[in-house]
T-cell receptor, first 113, second 111 residues
Framework: GENVEQHPSTLSVQEGDSAVIKCTYSDSASNYFPWYKQELGKRPQLIIDIRSNVGEKKDQRIAVTLNKTAKHFSLHITETQPEDSAVYFCAASNRNQGGKLIFGQGTELSVKP | DTAVSQTPKYLVTQMGNDKSIKCEQNLGHDTMYWYKQDSKKFLKIMFSYNNKELIINETVPNRFSPKSPDKAHLNLHINSLELGDSAVYFC??????????FGPGTRLTVT
């Protein structure tokens, strides 16, 4: 069945360092890949997404890359700040099948000041 | 002016009871979803409605019944609640199955 694997499960970095979270998906028909940030007790918030016809997308300190051949996509956060601390989820979706998001297991990012 | 809202925010109830969670979105989106987040924070799709039509119905016990009275509302009714139903339930909405925006969640505790 459809599956998304996410690594690492926890990540601790010093303020100002970069953080990278990686995901692998199983369904080759997936064509939409969003990333969500969830702070403790809050809702998942969409922070960036990428569609299957694009290899890379950047928004200020956040970038996402997609390798369709390897069925692999990654989130890169540069110049991390303490407020980046949260759980990050990757997801994959086949928009032609109702758009259901298959989520990864989450990565708890801790940015130490 | 909250985009996706849910009520109630917290729900504590006993096993065997029936409860409902309501969701409303004012974004003009055509698709709404229910997700369940378990104690390990894993998020899993339950249902999706597009223009009031059920389009996704994952492997969910039939004690869970969604209803969409119109495009802006999606409710979730749960019969005969069990301990394992304790979780946070999130409603989400999107336009044409792209960016999904989540509601604040309903924390359900079954005792």
């Amino acid at each position: 069945g459809e599956n998304v694997e996410q690594h690492p499960s926890t990540l601790s970095v010093q303020e100002g360092d970069s953080a990278v979270i990686k995901c692998t998906y199983s369904d080759s028909a997936s064509n939409y890949f969003p990333w969500y940030k969830q702070e403790l007790g809050k809702r998942p918030q969409l922070i960036i997404d990428i569609r299957s016809n694009v290899g890379e997308k950047k928004d200020q300190r956040i970038a996402v890359t997609l390798n369709k051949t390897a069925k692999h996509f990654s989130l890169h956060i540069t110049e991390t700040q303490p407020e980046d601390s949260a759980v990050y989820f990757c997801a994959a979706s086949n928009r032609n099948q109702g758009g259901k998001l298959i989520f990864g297991q989450g990565t708890e990012l801790s940015v130490k000041p | 002016d909250t985009a996706v809202s849910q009520t109630p925010k917290y729900l504590v109830t006993q096993m065997g009871n029936d409860k409902s969670i309501k969701c409303e979105q004012n974004l003009g989106h055509d698709t709404m979803y229910w997700y369940k987040q378990d104690s390990k924070k894993f998020l899993k799709i339950m249902f999706s409605y597009n223009n009031k039509e059920l389009i996704i119905n994952e492997t969910v016990p039939n004690r869970f019944s969604p209803k969409s009275p119109d495009k802006a509302h999606l409710n979730l009714h749960i019969n005969s609640l069990e301990l394992g139903d304790s979780a946070v339930y999130f409603c989400a909405s999107s336009q044409s199955t792209y960016e999904q925006y989540f509601g604040p969640g309903t924390r359900l505790t079954v005792t």
